[in-house]
């Protein structure tokens, strides 16, 4: 299994779906990379194995888990994480990703990935957790930080430090999911220019770009309207996610592998290549914009 970022360029893909499967196949020259959900194929065993690493010989597979719930306060279940490191070792992608959220509680599975509340007890959890993780499937995953919304209960770090502090202690890298970090400093009320500026640079190793919708939140009748940011997988990636991806180009100096996730009411193909496309145009901008800073600095 090779480093996360170790490619010698950017690459850019799409979450894979059957539903955008043959879209997917007939366009591989537009694309690097596409992302495929361990917990999609888990309960086929090796046989859905088999079948992703026979798909990586069509386009090169990541994979990206679900279930295991490493941002939680108890230990990893085992038999979950043994099964999950048995598909990653059939498969050999060039690299893995999990959730920093918990998705279980007394054995009740919520059907969700939950904030955790963001204190030093969750961070010395789930680096323990993320550091299990490792040492079982034989590859530290990238961790990703999850959409919310509300604030969770109990926290007294804010959101970039404690992704900060998970990522130092476990040691691992980052996927950093930019529409989560729209949503979550919209529905919180922080800048998420902020947020990024704030987050380690060396850990970001890849990005997920995806879209969502407004929802109301429920109101008395004489209150004025107010709403949330749902993150649905449903909707085109917005400017601002654009934007900070930009922003990510101007800090981060070593390659990304940046991937749209769709969860549901898929639009053309066509559609779907754009906005990969002008997420290429985004990221090479703050690539461009650094490298011009640097010309710059060498002239003075």
Do not use: K
């Amino acid at each position: 299994m090779v480093v996360a970022g170790a490619a010698a360029a950017d690459r850019f893909g799409i979450g894979w779906r059957p539903e955008l499967a043959a879209g997917i196949l007939t366009n591989r020259d537009r694309l690097d990379v596409v992302e495929v959900i361990v917990e999609a194929y888990l309960d086929a065993g090796r046989e859905g194995a088999r079948a992703v690493r026979t798909l990586s010989r069509s386009i090169p597979v990541v994979l990206h888990g679900l279930s295991l719930g490493l941002a939680s306060t108890v230990p990893v279940d085992e038999a979950r994480l043994r099964a999950v490191a048995d598909f990653v070792a059939t498969v050999d992608p060039p690299f893995w990703s999990e959730h920093l959220a918990y998705v279980r509680g007394a054995q009740i599975e919520v059907g969700h990935l939950l904030a955790p509340p963001r204190s030093a007890t969750t961070v010395a959890a789930a680096a323990r957790n993320i550091r299990r993780a490792a040492e079982v499937v034989g590859a530290v995953p990238l961790m990703e930080n999850v959409a919310t919304l509300l604030d969770p209960p109990g926290s007294d770090l804010d959101e970039a430090l404690w992704i900060g502090e998970v990522a130092s202690q476990a040691p691992c890298g980052l996927l950093l999911d930019l529409h989560n970090v729209y949503t979550n400093c919209l529905n919180l009320g922080h800048d998420p220019l902020r947020f990024v500026a704030d987050l380690p640079f060396d850990r970001i190793q890849a990005i997920h770009l995806a879209g969502g919708m407004l929802i109301e939140e429920p109101r008395r009748e004489a209150e004025p309207p107010r709403h949330r940011v749902l993150d649905d997988h449903r909707h085109p990636v917005p400017d601002l996610v654009y934007q900070l991806l930009t922003e990510v180009g101007t800090r981060v100096p070593h390659p990304l592998t940046v991937l749209l996730e769709y969860d549901g009411c898929y639009p053309p193909i066509d559609d779907l290549l754009a906005q990969i496309d002008r997420a290429r145009d985004a990221l090479a901008a703050g690539r461009a914009a650094t490298a011009g800073v640097a010309r710059l600095g060498e002239l003075l």
